[in-house]
């Protein structure tokens, strides 16, 4: 999987970079079908903006935005939101795969 953070009107540093790739790591236990993860840092006056953009098979994209003071409380903010957004995608498609009928008992 590929991580890649960028920081826009911002200087990230080594510290923000490793919380980030630290975090978005877990994201393929919640759909191990990730292909690569985009987070984008923008610094306007006194707020942070973090998005992320996740990228997964058969073209599926899921996207998360914050805006706040503090930018790891906004990296897990993030994450949250994608975990609940991945989990939903793997059991809408678990459950599309089984036809819904139980097998009558014997």
């Known amino acids: 999987m590929q991580i890649q953070v960028t ?13 980030i790739h630290s975090k978005m790591a877990r994201l393929p236990r919640f ?13 306007e006056s006194d707020q ?25 409380a906004l990296v ?9 957004q991945l989990t939903k995608h793997k059991e809408k498609n678990r459950i599309r795969k089984h036809d819904g009928k139980k097998e009558p008992l014997p």
């Open 7 to 19: 920081g826009r009107h911002v200087e990230l540093t080594d510290d923000v970079r490793d919380y």
């Open 31 to 43: 759909y191990d079908r990730v292909h690569a993860v985009e987070v984008v840092l923008d610094h």
């Open 48 to 72: 942070f903006t973090a998005e992320a953009i996740v990228r997964a098979d058969s073209k599926q994209t899921f996207v998360a935005a914050e805006t706040g003071p503090d930018t790891f």
């Open 76 to 84: 897990d903010l993030i994450v949250d939101k994608l975990e609940r």
